[in-house]
């Protein structure tokens, strides 16, 4: 969600934006935009995606569905960041300089439709009764197969995924999104021999 603010355009978020949130009945605490920030980090920095191995998309609470091209570098300045994704909102697609590759795109829900045929869909939480290393995972699962796994990038509550198949945890602890994010694609690495 963004808002427009003096001449230009915000992505809100839960630190800067309370009273606009509270006044439009949505929880702040809920409105984090940068947790997905701190994911995309993660997940565009690993050798899993160096190698061409991962897809990233994003689906927001908005049910906005954006596909990441693995060779997107996300700003690590998180106004930046929101910049671009407020950019991205806009114009519904943003493209490599002097180039016609789209790195962001919005494209059409359901993400189901995106997903390879037959893949495992999994979700992620800490209170999945089923803990596994996650290399140990994509070793069993995951060698002849896609796989598609949810990460949760929200502060509080559960995902809501209708479509995933099985639940696991990565840790018997509560883990940030990007540390899930790091716990699993090292366990991939691992599992691909991807160094």
């Known amino acids: 969600m963004y808002w427009q603010v003096g001449n230009g355009f915000q992505l809100l978020n839960s630190t800067d934006h309370a009273h606009i949130l509270k006044k439009h009945g949505r929880d702040s605490l809920n409105i984090r935009p940068d947790i997905t920030h701190q994911c995309l980090l993660m997940l565009l920095d690993s050798p899993l995606n160096k190698a061409g191995l991962l897809q990233v998309y994003i689906h927001t609470a908005k049910n906005v569905l954006i596909e990441v091209h693995p060779q997107c570098r996300v700003p690590r300045i998180y106004s930046r960041f929101s910049g671009l994704m407020v950019q991205l909102l806009h114009d519904l697609s943003i493209a490599a300089k002097g180039s016609s590759q789209k790195l962001l795109k919005v494209i059409k829900n359901p993400i189901t439709d995106h997903l390879p045929t037959g893949c ?76």
Request: with cysteine.
């Open 120 to 195: 495992l869909k999994i979700g992620t939480t800490y209170q999945a009764k089923k803990l596994v290393r996650a290399r140990d995972f994509a070793t069993k699962n995951a060698m002849d197969k896609p796989v598609c796994v949810v990460i949760g990038a929200i502060a509080h509550g559960q995902l809501d995924v209708p479509w995933i198949t099985e639940e696991i945890a990565v840790s018997g602890y509560a883990m940030s999104a990007a540390g899930v994010c790091g716990k699993l694609t090292d366990g991939f690495e691992e599992a691909w021999g991807v160094h």
